[in-house]
Each structure stands twice: as structure tokens, then as C-alpha cells.
């Protein structure tokens, strides 16, 4: 294999543009030409993590198959590239400093004063090279999260200044920045763009390529000027408009030859095929649909989508799998219980109970689900949604009024859902956490094991608390079957009513294995049950 190539992602002007959309695009292309491709995002916030943040402070936050806590940018990485992402694949500014206070403590650095500059850059290269150094990449894309002129991101920006002399042709800058149009003045406006380009030379940066996050498509005369203010080839500047789905902008980067213009340079042959065949299958599925799946996600997040943005993408891979266009319904389980439930569940084909933490909403879960119980509609639970069921179940079917899980209240006496004693002495925040893939074992005729046709199947998890296995047998007694297990130790995995449609609920979280050519299919199986005609 020839030498690993890096390519860089920066943004400018205003943060949320899709820096990791379009690094995700352009991974996606290079991939569909046959190159092995991963992706890395460098956050510049000083949480060791994104585990303890807070869903409105930061979105979702997604896990990897290793166990790591990560942003949410990964899942889009993920999602596009159907490639399997690690601890390696995210690092913050809490990581690099904690890394090199530990080597400062160990002596490492000899007595030396360490510094910004080399030893945080040294530790910010380092970690950018781990994945190249594998052997198993031609590219590694690295998004640097934030705005260029952050003052936290300056050690990031300046170790990609460091690169570009030390890698030569092996290294290329991709900025991404707005263009806005003045509704007013009837004109877009190209100032912000080159003041953001001006920031990052001044930092020593010249970017190779140019991408224009703008709402509709701009004229080549404003491409050409954008070129000339910014020093950048007028074929390497590239428009990312708005499209109806994010599923689009690999195709819209490639009519614009964006991954052409990368190979030519970095040295490298644009002779390969683009093979994009699923993709586009999967393109036309959506825009063809005529039907529409409505689906109900009851949470305590629902103003912000991004908290629940794999559950968002895996519903819709999973509908457009289905020639369905899909209707999501957000309904806040804060303002949701037995008085309204019908009025804003009752239209529903499907609904999906979110996971989550604390105490704050789980009534309104209890009643969504109380609801779609006694009236047989398709529904999931996923890690928190599976263990309200299960909550929900014991108090209105095993009369169990005050059975609860110890999260919620540690002194119930019926704790249907507990912490396992293993974890109890566990006190550093994550520590008592069961994170990342984990083996399942499903049994035959379940309606687990029609969607994997399999008897054993890997999922990851992101939960403390767990099914308590002293109440199984009153469980199964009466109706609700634990259908999936741990095989190495015995907890319960995924829970079932038999006698429902399809009435399903998972301790681990699917939708972080499902992909736009590979979705999930537990989520495949959940929208099959809410748009078969036959059972309507």
C-alpha cells in the first residue's frame, strides 16, 4: 500500500455548517472508488468526552464499538461509510491534555517546561497519525471541529500547519465556509468567505480546496471570484446547497468532481470507477415514495432532533427500505399522559419510546406505552424505553403499583430494574456503565430472531441500569417473554409480548448499527409491522 494520505476539514465563518457531512461525502467517494477510507473528528472542548455532556449542550452522543463515548459526527461517518469507527476516531482537547500531563508526571518530558507548542501539537499529530499508521488506510480525513479565529481551536489549526510541511503531497486542506444571500440587497455576499480564508492563512494556512455551504446554487462568476480573493484554483472551489436529504450531498460533491480534484492533488490516479449503485438505489427509493409511515418518538429531548439523530436516520433508511416517505412526530413524554395520549398517539403507525436518563419524563413514557400496549400499536423501546416496558408491565399487568427501577427511585420494593451489584462500587462518572458491543443471544420465533435470522447477534449498549433477573419467571408467566440474552452473563437483552403485533423493546441501542446500505434490522422489522396493510 502506498503512503497514507491525510486530508483536513476545517469550517469558517459559523458553526453547523456540515463539516462532518461533507467529510462523511467525501469519504463516501473515495470509498466508492475502490480506496479504504476512514474518518477522525478533533473536538476542541476540554471534556475528556462527550459522555457526560448534556443532549442540549451537544446532541446525541454516540458509541462506538469499543465502548467510547463519542460525538455525534461519528454516526455520520458511520452511517456513510458502513465502516466500523474506535476510541482513535474521536479525540478532544481534554484527551490531548490529559495525555500529556500524565507523561509530564511520569517524566517523560525529562524535566523540559512543557508547552502549547510542541508538546500539546506533538500530542494533537500524534493522535492524528495513529490511524494512518495502521497500514489499513489510503485516506484518513480529520475533521477539526469548531470555527477557525476559536481561540480553543488554535493548537489543532497550528498542528495542521505543522503537517502540511512535514507530509508534503500527502496532506491537503479542505475549508468549508457560508456564503449568505442578503434578502434585502437580493445578492449573495462572498466577504465572509474571504475574511474566513484570511483567518487561516494568517494562522499559516492555505486551503487546497474551497467548499460554499450555501442555500441555493451559486453562479460560476461568484465561484471565480471567490478563487481569486482566496488563492484557491477556480475547479477546487465546490458548492454544498441545500438539499432534501443529507444522503444527497455525495452526489452533488461528485457532479462538481470534488473527489477528482482531491486525487489529482495528491498525486493519485482518478481512473477508478465511482461506484455508488447502492447508494443511488437507495436515493430513488426516496424519491419515489408515495406512501408515508408516521412514527411517534416519545422523549424528553424533542426539542433538540439532534439528541436522538441515529434513531432519526435509522427510521428513515428503514422506510425508505420500505417505499415510505417518513412522517416523524416528536411528542415531549413531559407533556404526554393518559388524558391527551389518544389525541397524540392515536393517528400514529408506529411508536418509538427514546432512551435517556433520570426521572424527568418517564410518566408520559409510561402512559405512551401503557397506551400502545392495550391497543396493539407497533411499538419500540430502546435502553430507557425497554426498561419503562418493562415498569409498565409490572405495575398494569402484575399489579405491581410501586414497582419502578432504582434510578428513579432506589427505595421501590419491587425493583424490576436495578444496578448489578458489580457496578455498585463504582463512582467515577461512565465507570458503572455497560458501553460499547456486547453478544446477544436470541431465541427462535421471536420477533427479534425474524428480523436478524440469527441466534446470535452483537449490539452496543450505553446504560447502567438492567433487567432484574429475580422477576423473569413472573414475567414470562404472564405474557412478557425476555427473548434476547447475554450469553456470558445472563442479562436480559430484549423483551417481547407475543401476543402483540409487535411490541419490542431492546436494553442495547440498534440504531447505532444501522447503516444507509445496511440498516438495521430490528428498525427494518419495527416499519415492516407499522405499514403491513394486513394487520391495519
Not at 469558517?12 to 467529510?23: F, M, P, R, W
Not at 458509541?63 to 476516531?89: C, M, Q, W
Not at 432534501?244 to 452526489?251: A, G, K, Q, T
Not at 401476543?499 to 419490542?504: F, H, M, N, Q, S
Amino acid at each position: 500500500m502506498a503512503e497514507t494520505k491525510y486530508i483536513f476539514v476545517t469550517g469558517g465563518v459559523v458553526s453547523s455548517l456540515g463539516k462532518g457531512i461533507v467529510a462523511a461525502s467525501l469519504g463516501k467517494l473515495l470509498q466508492a472508488r475502490g480506496y479504504q477510507v476512514t474518518i477522525q473528528k478533533f473536538d476542541p472542548y476540554i471534556n475528556i468526552d462527550p459522555g457526560t455532556l448534556n443532549p442540549y449542550e451537544h446532541g446525541e452522543c454516540y458509541v462506538t464499538e469499543d465502548g467510547h463515548e463519542a460525538d455525534l459526527d461519528l454516526g455520520h461517518y458511520e452511517r456513510f461509510l458502513n465502516i466500523p469507527t474506535s476510541k482513535a476516531n474521536n479525540i478532544t482537547t481534554g484527551r490531548i491534555y490529559q495525555n500529556v500531563i500524565n507523561k509530564e508526571r511520569r517524566g517523560d518530558f525529562l524535566g523540559k517546561t512543557v508547552q502549547v507548542v510542541p508538546h500539546i501539537t506533538d500530542e494533537i499529530k500524534r493522535n492524528i497519525m495513529i490511524l494512518g499508521k495502521t497500514g489499513k488506510y489510503d485516506f484518513v480525513i480529520t475533521e477539526i471541529g469548531g470555527t477557525v479565529g476559536d481561540i480553543e481551536s488554535l493548537p489543532f489549526i497550528e498542528s495542521v500547519r505543522q503537517l502540511r510541511w512535514e507530509l508534503g503531497q500527502n496532506c491537503l486542506c479542505i475549508h468549508l465556509t457560508y456564503v449568505p444571500y442578503i434578502a434585502a440587497a437580493k445578492e449573495v455576499k462572498t466577504k465572509p468567505t474571504q475574511h474566513s480564508v484570511k483567518t487561516l492563512q494568517e494562522q499559516g494556512i492555505q486551503p487546497n480546496i474551497l467548499v460554499l455551504r450555501t442555500e441555493n446554487e451559486l453562479s460560476k462568476q461568484i465561484c471565480h471570484k471567490v478563487a481569486l480573493f482566496c488563492n484557491v484554483d477556480e475547479n477546487a472551489v465546490i458548492q454544498s446547497y441545500d438539499v432534501p436529504s443529507i444522503y444527497e450531498v455525495p452526489i452533488v460533491l461528485a457532479k462538481q468532481g470534488m473527489d477528482k480534484i482531491v486525487l489529482q492533488k495528491m498525486g493519485m490516479s482518478s481512473e477508478r470507477k465511482l461506484e455508488l449503485t447502492a447508494w443511488n438505489n437507495f436515493l430513488e427509493n426516496m424519491r419515489t415514495a408515495e406512501k408515508t409511515v408516521k412514527i411517534g418518538i416519545v422523549g424528553k429531548y424533542v426539542e433538540l432532533p439532534d439528541a436522538y439523530k441515529s434513531i432519526n436516520e435509522s427510521l428513515l433508511q428503514a422506510a425508505t427500505y420500505h417505499k415510505r416517505k417518513l412522517d416523524l412526530r416528536y411528542i415531549h413524554s413531559e407533556k404526554l399522559n393518559e388524558d391527551n395520549v389518544v389525541k397524540l398517539l392515536g393517528d400514529l403507525d408506529g411508536i418509538l419510546v427514546a432512551p435517556g436518563f433520570g426521572q424527568r419524563g418517564v410518566d408520559g413514557k409510561f402512559a405512551a406505552l401503557k397506551y400502545a400496549r392495550e391497543n396493539d400499536k407497533p411499538t419500540f423501546g430502546v435502553c430507557l424505553g425497554m426498561q419503562c416496558m418493562v415498569i409498565e408491565f409490572a405495575r398494569d399487568v402484575l399489579g405491581l403499583t410501586e414497582a419502578n427501577s432504582t434510578e428513579m427511585n432506589e427505595y421501590t420494593p419491587y425493583k424490576v430494574i436495578d444496578i448489578m451489584e458489580g457496578q455498585k462500587n463504582l463512582t467515577v462518572m461512565g465507570g458503572s456503565m455497560r458501553l460499547g458491543s456486547y453478544d446477544c443471544k436470541i431465541e427462535k420465533g421471536s420477533k427479534a430472531y425474524e428480523a436478524y435470522k440469527s441466534e446470535l447477534i452483537r449490539e452496543r449498549h450505553r446504560h447502567r441500569y438492567e433487567f432484574n433477573n429475580e422477576y423473569k419467571e413472573l414475567f414470562e408467566s404472564n405474557g412478557m417473554k425476555c427473548t434476547g440474552i447475554n450469553p456470558d452473563t445472563g442479562l436480559v437483552e430484549v423483551v417481547e409480548i407475543p401476543a402483540l403485533r409487535w411490541y419490542v423493546g431492546t436494553q442495547f441501542h440498534p440504531e447505532y448499527n444501522s447503516t444507509v446500505v445496511k440498516p438495521n434490522p430490528l428498525f427494518m422489522s419495527f416499519i415492516e409491522a407499522t405499514t403491513n396493510e394486513v394487520n391495519k
